[in-house]
């Protein structure tokens, strides 16, 4: 499911002229490193990431998700934005991305050591 997750957030993406850089998840949540013109408009982006990836995943992975979701969604409302810059640099946020199986790996947040 998250094989497939990559290539539905890939493809959207670039419908928003926009690049997948690195992508990874764990069971309750997932990771996207995205490069992005500083015009777009966020919060509108990920609404219709949500909303589509939503749709085609429930649609695709019906039988398996009704044991888990009961509800019409399929994410949380929340979401964080970190934009590369001060602490957060591509390299961290690559390794934090990477690490996502593996918390152990990760350190101290937002750090390179």
């Known amino acids: 499911m998250l094989e497939r997750l990559e290539e539905i957030f890939d493809d959207l993406l670039n419908k928003w002229n926009c690049r997948l ?13 995205i490069e992005a013109y500083p015009t777009i408009e966020l919060a509108s982006m ?16 019906a039988e398996y998700l009704k044991q888990y979701f009961g ?29 996502q199986d593996e918390p152990g790996k990760l350190g101290v947040p937002l750090t390179t050591d």
């Open 21 to 33: 850089v690195e992508f990874g998840g764990e069971a309750d949540h997932v990771h996207l490193l």
């Open 46 to 61: 990920i609404k219709n990431l949500k909303s589509v990836s939503s749709r085609r995943i429930r649609q695709e992975y």
């Open 71 to 99: 509800k019409p969604y399929f994410w949380n409302r929340a979401y964080c934005v970190i934009t590369v810059g001060g602490r957060a640099n591509i390299p961290t946020l690559l390794k934090y991305i990477e690490n």
